[in-house]
């Protein structure tokens, strides 16, 4: 009987290597987290253009940063914290609403299928969100991140991201009844 495969190394242990310069490791780190990455981004700042000038500066970030990981935390958590911090300056940045939001992204946050017009409504007011708060959406609906897990990926705690979420679902609510915030 042969020896069992080898699995694959943890986020936090490639982090660890990327600390030290192992640029295989920030290769294998770049390979698995790309799509999500992009997906990400570009949920949060509607366009591809912006979504991957922040992913690219996002891994430009955690090359130069790595030695700042912290073993306590999930790889995982460590990367999406840098990922949306970079999204969030680049929103800031370009100060203008994003262009959009996909249907998956629609029916994870409405939590079915809403009509074409229910989904161009859904649309219309998560552009209205604030940077932080549609980063927020975007993690626990889209990724379907826990609230501790965004909590980390955020800085905060766990109640600023409940708060966080219960004034964007207000937020949503007035904009789809068509009232004032």
Known sequence: MGRPPDRPASDATLLRRVARGDEPAFAELVR???ARFFRVAHRILGDDRDA???VQLAYLRVFRKASEYRA???GSTWLYRVLTNVCIDVWRKRRRQPVGC???EIEAIAGEAPSRSARMDLRRALVRL???MRTVVVL???EDLSYRDIARARGVTVNTI???LGRAKKILRAELEGGER
């Open 72 to 74: 306590e935390w999930a």
């Open 140 to 142: 626990r609906f889209s």
């Open 32 to 34: 698995r987290h790309e």
């Open 130 to 132: 604030p940077a932080e």
């Open 52 to 54: 991957e000038d922040a």
């Open 162 to 164: 409940k708060t966080q």
């Open 102 to 104: 996909d249907d998956r």
